[in-house]
Structures are given as structure tokens and as C-alpha cells.
């Protein structure tokens, strides 16, 4: 026929599986099908050769039916392909009948990922499969922080599916499955209800909801009245209900206020909106007694199922589209071994398989049978629809806008890519996804009895009122910990004790009860150990971590007598004299010409400087200063010495007064090879560090309490007790506290981390109470509770002695003072230079031609001769001529001056330019008294400008 004429078309049987034909949604997806089948033949194809003609089964929500209706389909009607079934039950029985009649099976709507498993050739699912949307959800769950979620879906295929996906990507981002909540599809009220209370008493408040609307929206109304949709909940739902909110009714919709959910997206494309509004009329005129119908997601895949299979159809051409018969020699009654092969499935499979076209939900385009799109768009419901928060892509995960350019991006699971939230009670603050129970059972804390610190813990039974009270610094502070959460947990303390009121073990063995279940949380000083925390979880340290060594200390003093040196440094002491050598010889040289003091022998100016210099140090000089330069120098010297020695004095005096403790032994190292006793607390896990530590177990001695401590400490190794104890550092405080005077702390000698809070592993408090332990650390509550437990007692009231390694005076402190005195005497050596070549500069002038070492020793022995022009030789000579006519002897004094260096000889230059020096004194009498040798020298020197000096 099809040759006769172009427009003489072949009609192809396909088969439409529906369910429950009157419902609406089974109206809107046929009447996309329809729909898209009039597309395809009105529009660009017009032309082809194929119709595809629809033969409709309702299978009435029932999975034979479904079977039955394909059956029927493939045997009666030998249909090409079928379209459906609608659900995940029905699509596996179907899915086989397809494949041994070679028939494709096209779903829409059977989602779960399972069906892929059936690995027939002949499935084709043009929709999202369910697994494809659980990183999308786990996504949420990591950008919130969320460490546990229940899902709650219905106990079918559809259910199901999901479950093995969901969990995986929810351990993927380290988040917890305490429990799955199972509801039966035909759920009654009560069951709901049950199972709603069930979920209200765990702890968990984040809800992964995976159903479809019909349950779903009676769960939802169920957790409504049972104010499961109030503050603190969190429910998200998965495409099954998200993708159908848009039919499901206002009164469900109201009932889920504050819900997530995360949909397929669908681009709102001018195409779309434009088939929406011909679709919208289409419908309404085909059933004018529906209104507000709406398209879903599924009715969009069932627009692309229906375009894609038309394309197939047209493209295998007009081909047989027969069947062949099943094999004569099977004689059975059973329609089921009797249905035909498809001559023509192979074909139309393949022609499926390389449909492509743009679709309404992005590329339309089978890879293995499966459907390739997989953005999903997060939905918050809020007011009488949804509100778009944003999307998540498997290669970007969250964010906020799709467009091309964000390819790049690295995936993120960032809150900030979210939109802004209405949580459930219309709250903008985010869950924190856990609740301690309130209608649950209250925290059972275990304590632990007998610890031989009642301070930290104290236990009082008190059989007046049958009521145990619990005290102590570690309950102070859980106290407060607790005080400081968001939250109220309400709390009792249980003893670790025996019915007698005895410890019933160790702080392990308390520890472990938190594991086994008999506590929900342990307040005790136990330690946060490696070992423990394989079986339970431990909030942050609140004490001070380490174990530390207490040792009784020693006074040195009185064993040095040398600690008159320690108040000052070597480097300070060896300035020091090097300064007083520097400033006396500077003295020396600024007074030797013009202080008679300061002259004599050599051997005696040498003492003279050193004896003037050190006598500075007590302000015992007796030598005169009379120069001004020489005064000067040694008035800042005088000050640098002042301030030395008042700081020399101050500091030998504290070193004297106070007491120079020091401990016995510094070092663990030193206690093992003198094999010393040293001690710990009974029952501590110091006993095996050390031990590991290479200490021997015969030279450990357990003690109960600060008391025994002490006792043991003070008997010391050789009469039975220890020469140090080691323990925790929270223990060796309070310890101190009481005895602080005889002994000290040395260490850490172990890291340890100090006590913490025990809780069950993974238990959401633990990082709340570790948060809270770090409020009331810096806030006032631990050093209340320390001065409350831990005050000084006794005579350490006052405070303790530390142990300062050193507090002499240094360099560092006084290099200024060093600097000055050096600056003034090198400034007055400098104007004493200047000033003095000045004036012999004749001299230098006179000896011009004679070799250098000549000139220079001129200079120097001008220089060492008095300077008779100083007012204190005309005041002294005055009065020094007195005491030669008087006594005679005095002129011998001083001026023997055998010392002159370079004694006048016919070859010395200075001869040879003999000169007559005409003084001012020149008639005094002293010329010819002086000695000989004196005058000789000083009768050379024109001692001041108004000298004549005559040569010859
Ligand atoms: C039949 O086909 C021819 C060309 O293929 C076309 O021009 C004509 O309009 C068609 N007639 C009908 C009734 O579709
Ligand atoms: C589900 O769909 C996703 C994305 O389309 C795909 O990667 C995955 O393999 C599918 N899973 C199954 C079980 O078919
Ligand atoms: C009939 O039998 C032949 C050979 O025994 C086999 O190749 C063919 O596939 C069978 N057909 C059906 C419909 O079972
Ligand atoms: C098939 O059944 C018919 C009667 O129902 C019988 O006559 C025939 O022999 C059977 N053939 C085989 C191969 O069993
Ligand atoms: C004391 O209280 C506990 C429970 O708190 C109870 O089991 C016990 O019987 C009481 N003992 C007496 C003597 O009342």
C-alpha cells in the first residue's frame, strides 16, 4: 500500500500501561503522550511514513494487572514497544515479558535503580533513576553539617531502591544512618502515628523522606499534628514527592511548610512554557471538569518517552512489524510460553538506542537504556509552592545558578551556594539536625567513687534522704559545660560503686560503661587516652594537660661561696674592670702634667691609676682631681659606679635573703640510674608509662593521697619512701597547693592530654560540650571552681617561691652607662690631645728634619713632664717653696725625676738647638734648687704663648 501512495501511512501498535485511568495524573501523562505524538506528525515530520497508534491498558494500581495488560499487548495486539508501566513493582515483571518478546519497555516513571539490574536490552527508562538524586541529598546534608538522618520510605520496590544509594553517599560525607524508618504503603493512622513517635524519642531530627505523594502526604500531615513540623526538624524529600508537588493539593503542601526537597530540573525554556499553555488548553478542553491541572515531571518524560519512541519507529521505517509465532512444538495452554518474538524489536531497540534530541528535560538521549540527566533543582516549601534555593550538578555540587561558565568550579558543598531557608516553624535559623530527647530518659553521668582527690570529685551518700550527693571541681565545671549549651540536657550523677558504696573499678572500667551503655556520659578526672578513645568519645581537655614530677627541693644556699660574683655576668664584671683601668689611666693622662698626685715613678703612677681607679669603686680615692677634663670623666664614672654598685648590692642581697631552692633531681633519667624510689597514684596509668619508660617495677611505690604523698616524699628513697612522684598535672597542683613550700614541679615529662568528658562514640554532644568547655575556659567559671577546690592551703596562702634561674645583672643592662663613661673620657682624651698639640705644636715645628721616632719621643717626653704654666704648680710651687726652705726634704718628694726618659747627651737633638727660657719666674729661685735633671727637661719647654724662647 505504502508504495501506492506517500501519503498512505503505516499504522505501529504501541501499548500504554497506566494506572487508574481516571486519576489525574494518569490523564496528564496520556494526554502528553498524545501530545507529543501530534507534535512529532504535525510538526517537522510530518512526512514519515509511520503513525504510531496508542493501544491504552489500565493496570490498576496492580502489578498483575500491569503484567496482564502487557501481556495482552504483546500477544493480541503484538504492539512494537510498550510505554509504562507507572510503577517500579510493575516495571519488573513487564520489563521480562519485554525481553523474552522482544519488545522495549519504555518507562517514565519506574524509578528505582534497581530495574537496571535486569539488564534487559529491551528497558528503556526515560526518566531519572532514584540513586542519581543521593549525592544531590547527601550534598545537603554535608553543607548543613548534619551527622545523622533517618530516612522514611515506603516498604516497596520503589522504596527500597534507593536505600543501598542513600546510605553509601550519607557515610560518603561522614554522616550516620541510626535507624531507617520503614512505613507500609496501605500504612493505617495508628501505624503512622506510632512510627512518628518512635522517630520523636531518637535523637536524630533530620528526616530523609522517599515516598510518593499519596503516603507521603498523610505522613506529612501525621508529623504536623504531632508537631514533628515545628522548630528543630528538618525533612527533605526526594524527587518522588518534590517532582509532583506542583499536583499535589494546598492542604499537603501546607502540612510540609518548611521542607526541602530536591527535584528534577526542568529549564523553563520558551518551548516549555509554550507547550504548557497548549498542553493547559488542550486538557482543559478534552476535561472541562478538571481545573488547575498542572504538569509534572513524569508527564514531561512521558512527552519525551512518546517523541523519542515515534522517532524510533520512523526511523526502523516501514519494515515488518509482524511477529513471529512461538514454536509450534511448544503445545501449551499457558499464554505466557506461547507469546511471539518481535521481528522487529532488535531493530527498533537500536533505532532507541541512538534517539537524540533536545528534550524538555535537557538532552533527550539513552546510554545503556538509561536516561542522562541528572541536574537537580533544591526546593524549599514555603507558603502554598515551593521556593528554588538552588541546584546541585554532579560535577559543581551546590550552587546557585546554572550556567556554563561554573563548569570549572570544583565540586562544593558549600552553605553559602544555598539560598536563603524557612526551616519547619518558620524559623531562619539552621537545625543543628539532633535533640536530646525530651520525652526521653535524662543523661545517666557516672562518677567515679574513692579517687583520693575528693576535689576533683566527692561522693556523699546520704542514707537520711536515700540521695547520693556529688561534688567536686570536675562537677563544677560539667555543670557549667552543660549550663553553657543552646540546649537543656538534663543530667543525673551515678556512682561507679558497689551496693556497699565502694569503687566498683578503675577509671578504665568507668570509662568502658559508657561503651557497653550502663552510662550515657562519665564526669570524672579521667585522662584522654589513646587506648580509651578506641571505644568512647572525649570532649576537649578542661585541666591542664601533661604529667608532671613533683621533688622535694634543696636550699644552695650558703653551698657557693662564691656568690658574692653572681649578682653580675662574667661579660659585666670583666667590662666593669676593663673600665676602671680605662678610666684611671685616662685620669692619669688628663692630671699627670698639672696633679703632683698623679706623678712619681713609673712603678708608683702605674699603682696610682690602678688604685685610683679600683678605690672609685667605695669612693675612696684620696688623689685630688683638679683638671677640668679629669673631673669631669670621673664625675660620670663616679655616677656609673654609684649605679653599679647600688645594683651589685641590691641584687646580692636578694640572692642572700631569699631562699635558692632548687629541686633534688630535674630529670626522670636521673631517678632511674640512681635507682630511686619514685612514686605514683594507686591505680593511675603513670605506673605503666613508666614502665614503658624504662623504670623498674620494684622501684615504684603507689600512694592514695596527698597526705601519703607527703610522707612518702619526705622519707625520701632510703627510709622506705620516694624520691619523687609523678602524676598528672591537675593532681600535682592540688598537691602543691598544700605542700608547695618543700617541694616542686618538673616536667611535663609525658604529653598527656589532661581530662575530658566522656560520651558515647559518635555522641552529637561531644562537639557542643567541647565548644562549651572552651566558654567557660576563658571565662570566670574555672578559676572560680579553682580558688572553690584548689586554694592554697596553709602556709602557701602566700605566694610560692618560683624557681628563677638566674637574676644577675647582666651586660645588657648597663652597656648605656659603659657607653657614656667611654664617650666622656675618649671626648676629654680627645680635647686634652687637641689642646696639647695645640700648644707644643712649636716644638713640633722646631724639630722639623729629625726622623719621626725622634719628634715623637720629644712629644712624649714633653708630655710627661709637669705643666708648670697650671695654676695648681704656681699655687703648689708657692707653697712647696715654703716646705723646701722649711724642711728641705719635701723638694725630694716627688722630683727626684731619675725617671726622664731621655737624659740630655751632647748627641741628642735637643742640644743641638740649646735654648735660654726666660719665665715669667724665670728669677725664681726654684731653678737652682730643682734638681738638675728637672730643669734640664723643663728649661727646653716654653710653657706658655707670652715665653720667649731665644736660640742662639
Ligand atoms: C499527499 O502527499 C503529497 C506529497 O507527498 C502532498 O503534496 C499532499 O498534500 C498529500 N496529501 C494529503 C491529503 O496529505
Ligand atoms: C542512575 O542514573 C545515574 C545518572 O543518570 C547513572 O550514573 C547511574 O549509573 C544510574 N544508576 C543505575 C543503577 O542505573
Ligand atoms: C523456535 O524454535 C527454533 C528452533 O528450535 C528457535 O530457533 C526459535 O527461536 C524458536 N522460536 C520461538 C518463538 O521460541
Ligand atoms: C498439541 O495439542 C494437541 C491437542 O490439544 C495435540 O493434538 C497435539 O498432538 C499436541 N502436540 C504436541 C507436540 O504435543
Ligand atoms: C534508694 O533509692 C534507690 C533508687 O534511687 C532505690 O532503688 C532504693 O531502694 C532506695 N533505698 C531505700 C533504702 O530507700
Known amino acids: 500500500m505504502g508504495q501506492k501512495s506517500p501519503n498512505i501511512t503505516i499504522a505501529v501498535e504501541v501499548g500504554v500501561i497506566l494506572d487508574d485511568l481516571d486519576s489525574l495524573s494518569a490523564k496528564v501523562w496520556l494526554s502528553c503522550i498524545n501530545m507529543a505524538l501530534s507534535d512529532f506528525y504535525t510538526g517537522s515530520h510530518a512526512s514519515s511514513s509511520t503513525r504510531v497508534v496508542l493501544n491504552v491498558r489500565d493496570s490498576k494500581e496492580d502489578t498483575v494487572d500491569a503484567a496482564a495488560a502487557a501481556l495482552d499487548l504483546i500477544k493480541n495486539t503484538q504492539v512494537q514497544a510498550i510505554l509504562g508501566p507507572k510503577s517500579s513493582m510493575q516495571a519488573k515483571f513487564v520489563i521480562d515479558l519485554g525481553n523474552k518478546a522482544q519488545?522495549?519497555?519504555?518507562?517514565?516513571?519506574?524509578?528505582?535503580?534497581?530495574l537496571t539490574s535486569i539488564r534487559s536490552p529491551y528497558f528503556y527508562r526515560a526518566a531519572q533513576n532514584d540513586s542519581s538524586q543521593v549525592k544531590a541529598i547527601s550534598a545537603i546534608i554535608q553543607a548543613f553539617g548534619w551527622r545523622e538522618a533517618v530516612p522514611i520510605y515506603v516498604d516497596n520496590d520503589y522504596g527500597e531502591g534507593i536505600i543501598p544509594y542513600l546510605v553509601d553517599a550519607l557515610q560518603e560525607v561522614e554522616a550516620r544512618v541510626p535507624y531507617r524508618s520503614v512505613i507500609h504503603p496501605e500504612a493505617t493512622e495508628d501505624q503512622l502515628d506510632a512510627e512518628l513517635s518512635k522517630l520523636m524519642t531518637m535523637q536524630t531530627r533530620v528526616f530523609i523522606v522517599h515516598m510518593l505523594p499519596s503516603l507521603g502526604s498523610r505522613l506529612f500531615a501525621k508529623a504536623r499534628e504531632k508537631g514533628m513540623m515545628d522548630e528543630g526538624y528538618v525533612w527533605i524529600m526526594t524527587n518522588g514527592l518534590t517532582n509532583l508537588l506542583s499536583t499535589t493539593n494546598a492542604s499537603v503542601i501546607n502540612s510540609m511548610q518548611g521542607a526541602l526537597g530536591v527535584r528534577t530540573y526542568v529549564p523553563r525554556t520558551e518551548e516549555y512554557v509554550d507547550f504548557r499553555n497548549r498542553w493547559k488548553r488542550q486538557f482543559q478542553k478534552k476535561n472541562p471538569t478538571i481545573i488547575d491541572a498542572e504538569l509534572d515531571v513524569p508527564a514531561l518524560w512521558a512527552y519525551d518517552a512518546a517523541f523519542a519512541l515515534a522517532m524510533a519507529v520512523e526511523n526502523v521505517g516501514t519494515k515488518n512489524f509482524g511477529y513471529e509465532k512461538a514454536n509450534a512444538s511448544t503445545n501449551s495452554s499457558n499464554d505466557l510460553e506461547t507469546i511471539g518474538i518481535s521481528q522487529n524489536g532488535p531493530g527498533l531497540c537500536k533505532s532507541l538506542s541512538g534517539t537524540k534530541f533536545r528534550g524538555f528535560g535537557g538532552d533527550f538521549s539513552f546510554v545503556d537504556g538509561q536516561l542522562q540527566t541528572s541536574v537537580f533543582e533544591m526546593v524549599n516549601v514555603f507558603g502554598d509552592a515551593t521556593k528554588r534555593i538552588g541546584f546541585w550538578t554532579p560535577r559543581s555540587g551546590l550552587v546557585k545558578k546554572l550556567n556554563?561558565?561554573?563548569?570549572?568550579?570544583?565540586?562544593?558543598?558549600?552553605?553559602?551556594?544555598?539560598?536563603?531557608?524557612?526551616?519547619?516553624g518558620d524559623s531562619t535559623s539552621v537545625p543543628k539536625g539532633w535533640e536530646i530527647p525530651t520525652d526521653g530518659k535524662r543523661l545517666r553521668v557516672g562518677v567515679p567513687v574513692e579517687?583520693?582527690?575528693?576535689?576533683?570529685?566527692?561522693?556523699?551518700?546520704?542514707?537520711?534522704?536515700?540521695?547520693?550527693?556529688?561534688?567536686?571541681?570536675?562537677?563544677?565545671?560539667?555543670?557549667?559545660?552543660?549550663?553553657?549549651?543552646?540546649?537543656?540536657?538534663a543530667y543525673d550523677f551515678f556512682p561507679f560503686a558497689k551496693p556497699d558504696g565502694t569503687s566498683a573499678g578503675t577509671y578504665d572500667d568507668l570509662v568502658h560503661q559508657v561503651f557497653l551503655g550502663n552510662f550515657d556520659a562519665v564526669a570524672a578526672d579521667a585522662t584522654i587516652r589513646a587506648n580509651r578513645s578506641l571505644y568512647v568519645d572525649f570532649t576537649l581537655p578542661y585541666t591542664e594537660s601533661g604529667v608532671v614530677m613533683v621533688v622535694p627541693m634543696k636550699d644552695r644556699k650558703g653551698k657557693s661561696a662564691?656568690?658574692?660574683?653572681?649578682?653580675?655576668?662574667?661579660?659585666?664584671?670583666?667590662?666593669?674592670?676593663?673600665?676602671?683601668?680605662?678610666?684611671?689611666?685616662?685620669?692619669?693622662?688628663?692630671?699627670?702634667?698639672?696633679?703632683?698626685?698623679?706623678?712619681?715613678?713609673?712603678?708608683?703612677q702605674v699603682g696610682t691609676v690602678f688604685w685610683f681607679s679600683f678605690s672609685t669603686m667605695v669612693f675612696a680615692q684620696r688623689e685630688r682631681v683638679i683638671g677640668n677634663l679629669a673631673r669631669s670623666v670621673e664625675i660620670v664614672w663616679m655616677f656609673v659606679?654609684?649605679?653599679?654598685?647600688?645594683?651589685?648590692?641590691?641584687?646580692?642581697?636578694?640572692?642572700?635573703?631569699?631562699?635558692?631552692?632548687?629541686?633534688?633531681?630535674?630529670?626522670?633519667?636521673?631517678?632511674?640510674?640512681?635507682?630511686?624510689?619514685?612514686?605514683?597514684?594507686?591505680?593511675?596509668?603513670?605506673?605503666?608509662l613508666l614502665i614503658g619508660r624504662g623504670v623498674d617495677p620494684s622501684k615504684l611505690r603507689p600512694y592514695t593521697s596527698r597526705e601519703e604523698c607527703d610522707v612518702l616524699l619526705t622519707n625520701g628513697s632510703a627510709k622506705g619512701?620516694?624520691?619523687?612522684?609523678?602524676?598528672?598535672?591537675?593532681?600535682?597542683?592540688?598537691?602543691?597547693?598544700?605542700?608547695?613550700?618543700?617541694?616542686?614541679?618538673?616536667?611535663?615529662?609525658?604529653?598527656?592530654?589532661?581530662?575530658?568528658?566522656?560520651?558515647?562514640?559518635?555522641?552529637?554532644?561531644?562537639?557542643?560540650?567541647?565548644?562549651?568547655i572552651l566558654v567557660v575556659k576563658e571565662g570566670n567559671e574555672t578559676t572560680d571552681a579553682e580558688n572553690k577546690w584548689f586554694a592554697p592551703e596553709g602556709t602557701c596562702s602566700d605566694t610560692s617561691p618560683t624557681i628563677s634561674d638566674s637574676n644577675s645583672l647582666g651586660f645588657d643592662s648597663f652597656w648605656s652607662l659603659f657607653l657614656i663613661v667611654g664617650v666622656s673620657a675618649s671626648l676629654a682624651l680627645l680635647i686634652f690631645a687637641v689642646s696639647f698639640f695645640n700648644r707644643h705644636w712649636h716644638i713640633f715645628i722646631a724639630t722639623r728634619g729629625d726622623s719621626v721616632w725622634r719628634r715623637f719621643m720629644v712629644m712624649l717626653r714633653t708630655f710627661d713632664q709637669r705643666d708648670l704654666s697650671s695654676h695648681t704648680f704656681r699655687k703648689s710651687s708657692r707653697s712647696r717653696d715654703r716646705e723646701t726652705y722649711n724642711f728641705g726634704a719635701t723638694a725630694v718628694e716627688d722630683s727626684p725625676d731619675s725617671y726622664s726618659t731621655c737624659p740630655p747627651s751632647p748627641a741628642s737633638g735637643l742640644s743641638d738647638h740649646p735654648e735660654i727660657l726666660i719665665t715669667a719666674e724665670g728669677a725664681h729661685p726654684r731653678m737652682g734648687e730643682q734638681n738638675r735633671s728637672e730643669a734640664q727637661t723643663s728649661d727646653r719647654?716654653?710653657?706658655?704663648?707670652?715665653?720667649?724662647?731665644?736660640?742662639?
Not at 579 to 598: K, Q
Not at 653 to 672: A, G, H, K, Y
Open 103 to 114: 519488545v522495549p519497555i519504555i518507562s517514565f516513571s519506574a524509578t528505582n535503580p534497581s
Open 404 to 424: 556554563s561558565k561554573n563548569t570549572s568550579d570544583p565540586y562544593s558543598t558549600s552553605k553559602s551556594n544555598v539560598g536563603p531557608i524557612i526551616w519547619p
Open 451 to 489: 579517687n583520693g582527690y575528693p576535689q576533683f570529685v566527692k561522693v556523699v551518700y546520704d542514707s537520711s534522704t536515700n540521695t547520693t550527693h556529688v561534688t567536686g571541681y570536675v562537677i563544677d565545671i560539667f555543670n557549667a559545660a552543660m549550663g553553657q549549651l543552646k540546649y537543656n540536657v
Open 562 to 604: 662564691w656568690i658574692f660574683l653572681k649578682p653580675l655576668t662574667l661579660n659585666l664584671w670583666l667590662t666593669s674592670a676593663f673600665f676602671f683601668v680605662f678610666v684611671g689611666s685616662v685620669v692619669w693622662v688628663l692630671e699627670h702634667r698639672i696633679n703632683d698626685e698623679f706623678r712619681g715613678p713609673p712603678a708608683h
Open 641 to 688: 659606679v654609684l649605679i653599679l654598685t647600688q645594683s651589685y648590692t641590691a641584687s646580692l642581697t636578694s640572692l642572700l635573703t631569699s631562699q635558692e631552692l632548687q629541686p633534688t633531681f630535674t630529670n626522670i633519667l636521673d631517678l632511674i640510674n640512681n635507682r630511686e624510689y619514685i612514686g605514683y597514684k594507686e591505680g593511675s596509668f603513670v605506673r605503666n
Open 721 to 772: 619512701g620516694i624520691a619523687a612522684a609523678i602524676d598528672e598535672t591537675p593532681n600535682i597542683r592540688l598537691f602543691l597547693a598544700k605542700y608547695c613550700k618543700k617541694y616542686t614541679m618538673i616536667g611535663p615529662i609525658f604529653r598527656t592530654d589532661g581530662f575530658g568528658f566522656v560520651f558515647p562514640k559518635g555522641s552529637p554532644l561531644v562537639p557542643d560540650v567541647s565548644r562549651a
Open 941 to 952: 719647654v716654653p710653657q706658655q704663648p707670652g715665653e720667649i724662647l731665644l736660640t742662639p
